[in-house]
């Protein structure tokens, strides 16, 4: 292939992500409307994000949407107007969709990198600090969770270690029956090969 042809075929390739990309942050867009942006810092020094979902002013009880592996506040909370969130908000529910640590919204302690998010910080960090928020505001003393995969995994590491008594009800969505780890090495190593991958873009 001679140099124009290569020119040529990599301008063709750079137009088609362009055009690709906008396409994506285009249907995926955050309407503003009826969401309430709530920034929160962990202990550890970590920004996330919070969204809050409700109609009008409604104080309903709290519900705390947390987000699969490799996924973010949308898991839940499209396609805008049928969604969980949407669906709960109409019910009269206040829905809160978490960001974990790691998404796009999220911002780490300088020096970190963001795909540095653990299991761990998920569990003794942004959910401790999520959920501690979200009383604050509304002032409820418990928060019902609805989590999908990983979000239902991370509700029942979250009951192990802190106890239930924030907890007002648990709904889990294609999530594993408990916390025992069931795949091979090789699967662990694939998993965290991807949790950089997710990271990164």
């Known amino acids: 292939m001679s140099a124009l042809g290569l020119f040529v ?10 055009a690709y990309h906008y396409s994506i942050r285009r249907a995926f867009e955050l ?13 550890d020094g970590w920004r996330i994000m919070l969204y809050r979902i409700r109609q ?65 910080g998920y569990v003794m960090e942004d959910l401790p600090t999520a959920i501690a928020h979200i009383r604050s505001v509304t002032g409820h003393e418990q928060v019902h969770w609805v989590g999908h995969s990983l979000g239902g995994t991370l509700l029942y590491a979250y009951e192990l270690v802190h106890g239930g008594a924030q907890i007002a009800s648990g709904t889990t969505i294609g999530s594993p029956t408990g916390l025992q780890p069931t795949w091979p090495a090789w699967q662990s190593k694939l998993i965290r090969t991807m949790e950089v991958i997710a990271g990164v873009y």
């Open 56 to 120: 009008g002013d409604s104080n309903g009880e709290p519900v705390l949407l947390c987000h699969g592996f490799s996924s973010n506040h949308w898991n839940l909370n499209v396609p805008r107007g049928e969604s969980i969130a949407d669906y709960l908000a109409a019910q009269g529910y206040d829905c809160w969709a978490i960001d974990l640590r790691g998404t796009r919204s999220s911002t780490p302690p300088f020096g970190t990198p963001r795909h540095r998010a653990t299991f761990d």
């Open 31 to 43: 309407p503003l409307t009826g969401i309430e942006l709530h920034p929160i810092h962990t202990a």
């Open 9 to 18: 075929f990599l301008g063709a390739v750079a137009l088609f992500l362009a």
